[in-house]
């Protein structure tokens, strides 16, 4: 899986993010893109999210929050202020504020304008919105993570990934008005690429979600053939089997999961 091809699964998603910003790389500058799609409605802005998190900081990590933000007024170099930016989105991740981590997220790719840091800003959003508690952050995370993936999809519309991610936001905060638009999307998805494993994945985690485990199963099955070695694949049919009291089978891949969360075991 290169680094443009993360799935909304929060243990790879997380590890991969730590790493991204906790790297001071110096990327070049980038033409920017159109950034003129509007949010949706925000019933909580980043001023009041930062003075809330901000309070709960200890001292010395408040005072790195502080003297970075300080290092980012001042500059007016690009590379200097990703770099800045990087660490302030790590400091927040770290501290388990997707939502924040997010935004500076999306001022580094509003800097850069690649595919890459857009789709790196809709996925710690997505992230966001699955964690959140309090709707009102949902909503602030749902649409800016809408506006970064659809800005990586106008980028390379070509990547599947990206419209899976923009499927599954919609999946965990659907629109009132159109609560199965992340599904529907997600179908029209399987549809035109019915052997791609991300989908049939999450179109499984879904069906499991809500106790459809036959169709689980189906596709689960169907993911196995072309990647026999998936791990989220094979924990995922463990549940599934388990859940549709094929023991035999349900025995062979809890083993098969446990041996690939702890290999060491």
Same mark, same amino acid.
């Given at each position: 899986?290169?680094?443009?091809?993360?799935?909304?699964?929060?243990?790879?998603?997380?590890?991969?993010?730590?790493?991204?910003?906790?790297?001071?790389?110096?990327?070049?500058?980038?033409?920017?893109?159109?950034?003129?799609?509007?949010?949706?409605?925000?019933?909580?802005?980043?001023?009041?999210?930062?003075?809330?998190?901000?309070?709960?900081?200890?001292?010395?990590?408040?005072?790195? @929050? #502080?003297? +970075?933000?300080?290092?980012? %007024?001042?500059?007016?170099? &690009?590379?200097?202020?990703?770099?800045? !930016?990087? =660490? /302030?989105?790590?400091?927040?991740?770290?501290?388990?504020?997707?939502?924040?981590?997010?935004?500076?997220?999306?001022?580094?790719?509003?800097?850069?304008?690649?595919?890459?840091?857009?789709?790196?800003?809709?996925?710690?959003?997505?992230?966001?919105?699955?964690?959140?508690?309090?709707?009102?952050?949902?909503?602030?995370?749902?649409?800016?993570?809408?506006?970064?993936?659809?800005?990586?999809?106008?980028?390379?519309?070509?990547?599947?990934?990206?419209?899976?991610?923009?499927?599954?936001?919609?999946?965990?905060?659907?629109?009132?008005?159109?609560?199965?638009?992340? @599904? #529907?999307? +997600?179908?029209?998805?399987? %549809?035109?690429?019915?052997? &791609?494993?991300?989908?049939?994945?999450? !179109?499984? =985690? /879904?069906?499991?979600?809500?106790?459809?485990?036959?169709?689980?199963?189906?596709?689960?099955?169907?993911?196995?053939?072309?990647?026999?070695?998936?791990?989220?694949?094979?924990?995922?049919?463990?549940?599934?089997?388990?859940?549709?009291?094929?023991?035999?089978?349900?025995?062979?891949?809890?083993?098969?999961?446990?041996?690939?969360?702890?290999?060491?075991?």
């Amino acid at each position: 899986m290169s680094r443009l091809q993360i799935g909304v699964m929060l243990g790879a998603a997380g590890m991969f993010l730590a790493i991204y910003f906790g790297c001071d790389t110096k990327p070049p500058k980038q033409a920017s893109i159109e950034k003129s799609r509007a949010l949706t409605a925000e019933s909580t802005d980043i001023s009041s999210l930062l003075s809330e998190a901000k309070s709960k900081l200890d001292a010395p990590e408040a005072n790195a @929050v #502080l003297a +970075l933000e300080k290092q980012l %007024e001042g500059s007016d170099i &690009d590379s200097v202020k990703v770099a800045v !930016l990087k =660490r /302030l989105a790590g400091i927040w991740f770290e501290n388990n504020r997707p939502d924040i981590s997010g935004y500076y997220a999306e001022l580094i790719a509003e800097t850069e304008g690649t595919e890459e840091a857009w789709a790196i800003s809709g996925t710690t959003f997505t992230i966001c919105v699955q964690r959140a508690e309090e709707q009102k952050i949902k909503d602030f995370c749902t649409g800016r993570a809408v506006k970064a993936l659809e800005n990586a999809i106008s980028i390379n519309p070509a990547n599947i990934n990206h419209r899976v991610n923009l499927a599954l936001c919609y999946t965990e905060n659907p629109p009132q008005e159109n609560p199965m638009k992340g @599904v #529907l999307m +997600l179908r029209e998805l399987n %549809e035109k690429y019915p052997d &791609d494993v991300l989908i049939l994945k999450n !179109l499984a =985690r /879904l069906a499991i979600k809500t106790g459809q485990f036959d169709k689980a199963k189906e596709r689960l099955e169907k993911a196995l053939e072309s990647q026999p070695e998936d791990g989220d694949v094979i924990c995922l049919l463990a549940q599934t089997y388990t859940s549709l009291n094929e023991t035999a089978k349900a025995e062979e891949f809890q083993r098969k999961c446990a041996e690939i969360r702890n290999p060491q075991n």
